[in-house]
């Protein structure tokens, strides 16, 4: 646009154009408000009139939006900024937040604190900026800790849980009125409860558990046959500690000798014929029937030293196969343990 339609105060295209009546020159009608004097030829006092046709071709002036770049005429530009601009800046009735006008639908759906949306777990609607609070405080679906099995469960299905579900629940029996864990209720019922129903092993009558120790005392029934550990006879049930520990021939004992187990009424043969021992001076092992002839052989074939006080046995090593007759005889191996085995021997101790 030509500049002759400018403002000489703010150099712009003309606001509502008025001109001066004196030297006819354009202002806009904000600029000379205030002016006394005409800023150009300085006439008092100063005078205006609406310039009409200026201000129709002003406004007939195709311009361009700051906003989105559309060609829209400058009569037409306020107008388009405030109601048809697709980028115009426009207030959220919900937030009150500045948002661009076609964008308003995404932030109303997406954004928006103040909108109402539905919780993903319940379907409660909620506004947005509160649905984490509720998710973690109110929501009937938000995942919380069995008391019993600390596993994560909804809020809503945790009575049924932990009455029906819950392998740790807690359960009361109908016979005792004790609280067990659900898991184990069957075992407790069938196995430890103390008011359960069993069985008397002499009249074959139903009891309480708790009171079958008083019941056996006095039951009358007959007694039970049981067959003996050892010796396989048949024995009353209520004597069998006292027969398998005292009385049973067969009960198994220590010999005193060897310390082998043995039968109680084959001790006597065992002592005769199995029985053995180890020899304190050849450490061999001979039975106890020969021990004493041996002790006597053993020590003929013996001697101590007088020095060391250790105890020297003659070596039986046969000389040859052929031969019965041994390497060195008990004097000769005495000898040779004075002269170099001794410890006490007189040129070992004057080396140390």
């Known amino acids: 646009m030509s500049d002759e339609f400018n403002c000489t105060i703010c150099l712009d295209v003309c606001c509502d154009a008025v001109a001066t009546n004196c030297c006819h020159q354009l202002y806009c009608s904000a600029c000379i408000l205030n002016c006394t004097s005409c800023p150009n030829c300085r006439h008092e006092p100063i ?18 939006c700051d906003l989105c770049s ?24 919900l937030c009150n937040n500045d948002v661009v006008w076609n964008a308003l639908n995404v932030h109303k759906e997406r954004t928006c604190p103040e909108n109402n949306i539905k919780c993903p777990d319940c379907d409660v609607t909620v506004k947005r900026n509160l649905l984490q609070r509720h ?25 049924v849980h932990e009455q029906s579900l819950c392998p740790n629940r807690k359960t009361k029996c109908a016979l005792c009125q004790v609280f067990v864990n659900g898991m184990n209720l069957q075992t407790h019922v069938t196995e430890r409860c103390p008011k359960r129903n069993v069985t008397c092993n002499k009249c074959s009558g139903s009891v309480q558990a708790i009171q079958l120790r008083k019941h056996v005392r006095t039951c009358q029934g ?12 048949e024995i009353p049930e209520n004597d069998r500690a006292h027969h398998e520990d005292k009385t049973c021939p067969r009960r198994p004992v220590s010999c005193t000798s060897c310390g082998d187990t043995v039968p109680w009424e084959e001790q006597e043969e065992h002592s005769e014929q199995e029985c053995s021992v180890i020899c304190g001076i050849c450490y061999s092992i001979v039975p106890v029937v020969e021990y004493e002839e041996h002790t006597v052989e053993c020590m003929e074939e013996v001697s101590m030293c007088e020095q060391c006080s250790q105890v020297i046995q003659l070596d039986k090593l046969p000389f040859s196969k052929d031969s019965l007759c ?5 004097d000769q191996q005495m000898a040779y343990h004075k002269d170099a085995m001794c410890s006490m021997r007189q040129g070992y101790r004057q080396q140390w």
């Open 222 to 233: 007959p007694e039970i046959k049981v067959n003996c550990r050892h010796c396989s006879m």
């Open 47 to 64: 005078s205006t009139y609406i310039s009409i046709p200026v201000r129709r071709i002003i406004g007939n002036q195709k311009v361009i």
């Open 326 to 330: 041994y390497r060195d005889t008990l």
């Open 135 to 159: 998710q973690w405080s109110d929501c009937v679906k938000r995942l919380v800790t069995c008391h019993g099995c600390k596993n994560y469960i909804p809020l809503c299905d945790r009575p």
């Open 70 to 93: 559309n060609d829209v005429t400058r009569y037409d530009l306020d107008r388009h900024n405030q109601t048809f601009c697709e980028k115009r800046i426009v207030k959220c009735i």
